[in-house]
């Protein structure tokens, strides 16, 4: 009884001091945690994926799920760094192509390869890589279909890479493949038919953006969609307005001087006017007038999206 008693307390002074360690590893990573950040960040990953799964034993789900949120982790740091360094809030995973995202890859690799049935990651990555290395994207989603062969989805994903990359002739095919499986909705034929016949254009873009923003959980994801949808009405909106500039310069011989010139043929047009007739973007903010009345172009108030 006194042996079993001492392993008793042996094991309970073990937990202690284990905790105490923990707490104190804690502070003192918290204090050197703002000077290190950044550097932090970009630290090299010296874990492959194989190894990871190697070493995470019974236990793939859970550490799949933590290189899953350090890959958020990842990204969300560099976009706060990102708004540190500027004068004006930035526009969310927008930002993307202007921030260094390496290690992001390897992280979601390993995310998915310790849990080749965990789509998130998958989803993440078509949205997130094709800003910097659309490369990635396919390597990491045709590594999901080979796991996932019957998911729909990962068919889509692919299809929305190959559709950033302008390649609509095989973004059709990846999306007819899809469409083919068990589950997949109507639409998916239908977007690789108009991926043939129109690729490039605004309304295929914009159905690509509506679906991917029906198929997603992730805020982020659906706030790019949301902006992305904004860029595209801004695009027709301006080409609307530039038309109206246009005809007023022919009839008059000369630019606008104010938006209230040509306010009857934009309201005619649908646009909507604020109480100076300036026609409104998307996100709620007047067009600006260029080139002396002659051209139109986003404020630099807008949150619409340039690109």
């Known amino acids: 009884m006194k042996s079993f008693q001492r392993t008793e307390i042996l094991q309970v002074l073990i937990v202690v001091i284990g905790l105490a360690a923990a ?5 003192v990573s918290d204090a ?12 090299p990953l ?3 994926a194989t190894t990871a799964k190697r070493l995470s034993l019974a236990f793939n ?3 799949s799920d933590f290189y899953w949120m350090r890959s958020l982790q990842y990204v969300g740091g560099k976009i706060v760094a990102y708004e540190d360094s500027q004068a004006a809030p930035s526009l969310g995973l927008d930002i993307l192509a202007e921030l260094d995202l390496r290690l992001l890859p390897q992280l979601l690799h390993i995310s998915t390869t310790l849990d080749p049935q965990f789509m998130a990651p998958y989803q993440y990555g078509a949205v997130v890589l094709p800003a910097f290395n659309s490369d990635d994207a396919i390597e990491l989603l045709d590594q999901g279909i080979a796991a996932n062969p019957s998911a729909w989805r990962l068919y889509q994903h692919l299809g929305y890479v190959y559709w950033r990359r302008n390649d ?3 973004a059709s095919e990846v999306y007819a493949t899809g469409a083919r499986l068990k589950g997949a ?4 034929m239908a977007i690789s038919a108009r991926m043939k016949a129109e690729g490039g254009s605004r309304g295929a873009a914009r159905e690509m953006y509506v679906h991917l923003g029906e198929g997603s959980n992730d805020e982020a994801v659906k706030d790019m969609v949301t902006r992305q949808i904004m860029r595209l009405d801004s695009l027709d909106d301006r080409e609307l307005i530039g038309r109206e500039l246009s005809n007023y310069k022919a009839a008059s011989g000369r630019c606008v001087q104010s938006w209230r010139e040509v306010a009857v043929a934009l309201r005619a047009g649908k646009l909507r ?5 300036a026609p409104l973007d998307p996100s709620g903010t007047p067009y600006r007038l260029t080139q002396n009345g002659c051209e139109v172009e986003l404020d630099d108030r807008s949150l619409v999206p340039k690109r």
């Open 185 to 188: 909705p109507e639409w998916m």
């Open 46 to 48: 010296y874990v492959s």
């Open 23 to 27: 707490v104190m590893l804690t502070r």
């Open 168 to 170: 609509y002739h095989k």
């Open 32 to 43: 050197r945690r703002a000077g290190v950040q950044r550097q932090f960040g970009d630290e």
């Open 273 to 277: 006017l604020d109480s100076t007739g």
């Open 61 to 63: 789900g859970l550490a």
